[in-house]
């Protein structure tokens, strides 16, 4: 098996003010400064970005957006572009998380496009995928996602290899309940064979694939040990210091 970095990338989501978000990387910072055997990627609000970048400037941590436009400038009110987060030296994009998706509506071709535009600018997109409860229970959730990442990737064959895709079941999302380990395996199993199947099998064996819902320090290692989950997404546990770089520390 090809040997893949971990990857944990922090979701702030629409939380920190700019002062709490300046102590919480600095705080994350202490620890994980020189942390080279696992990617670590903060993701702060847009309002944050400049500062949190300021703070990890010296450090290995690197800067990751929510959301953007796929646009590259023009009359899009309220929305940011691929060239804006460059100029913030953001590395990583959030694209197509379930909260877009279900809250403000994006569509798999929107998500496309978004992907599209990051690549272009050279920004590492870490897309979203994961079913809802109901496609769980009713034994839909391979077809879900296998339908999400053919719709999603359309045309990107080549690029596969270079983007980071994230499961993040909707059922644990922020809601204390987490995939078992095998159920995190068993889909991100399924996800690296769509991939060997839209990509081929060297993109397949090169493509990182973050578990995201619900990581807390007691549940991390175990899930970061499955051979095909490749890191996490975190988004309550990212809140607080501690808990992202204990979290860290899990997947090393
Ligand atoms: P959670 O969120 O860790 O709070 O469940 C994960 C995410 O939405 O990325």
């Keep these: 098996m090809k040997f893949r970095k971990k990857i944990i990338a922090g979701n702030w989501k629409m939380n920190k003010t700019l002062a709490d978000a300046e102590n919480l990387a600095s705080a994350i910072k202490l620890d994980l400064a020189d942390c080279r055997e696992v990617d670590v990627v903060l ?76 690549l272009a600018a050279n920004l590492t997109p870490i897309l979203c995928v994961g079913e809802a409860l109901q496609e769980r229970d009713s034994g839909r959730a391979v077809d879900v996602v296998r339908q999400q990442l053919t719709a999603d990737l359309d045309g990107l064959k080549d690029e596969a290899k270079s983007i980071v895709i994230a499961y993040e079941p909707v059922w644990a999302i922020g809601t204390g309940r987490t995939a078992t380990p095998e159920q995190a395996q068993e889909m991100h199993a399924h996800i690296r064979g769509v991939i060997s199947e839209l990509a081929g099998e060297e993109a397949a064996s090169a493509v990182r694939i973050q578990y995201g819902g619900s990581v807390k320090p007691s549940n991390a290692a175990e899930i970061f040990r499955q051979p095909d989950v490749d890191g996490g997404l975190i988004g309550g546990a990212s809140l607080e210091a501690r808990s992202f770089v204990e979290i860290v520390k899990a997947s090393g």
């Design 43 to 118: 993701c702060p609000p847009f309002t944050a970005l400049k500062t949190v970048g300021e703070v990890i400037a010296d450090t290995h941590i690197k800067l990751g957006a929510q959301n953007m436009h796929w646009e590259t400038s023009g009359a899009f009110t309220g929305e940011i572009s691929p060239a804006m987060l460059r100029d913030l030296f953001c590395r990583y994009v959030i694209i197509g998380h379930s909260e877009r998706r279900s809250i403000f509506g994006e569509t798999d071709a929107m998500i496309n496009r978004k992907l599209r535009a990051a």
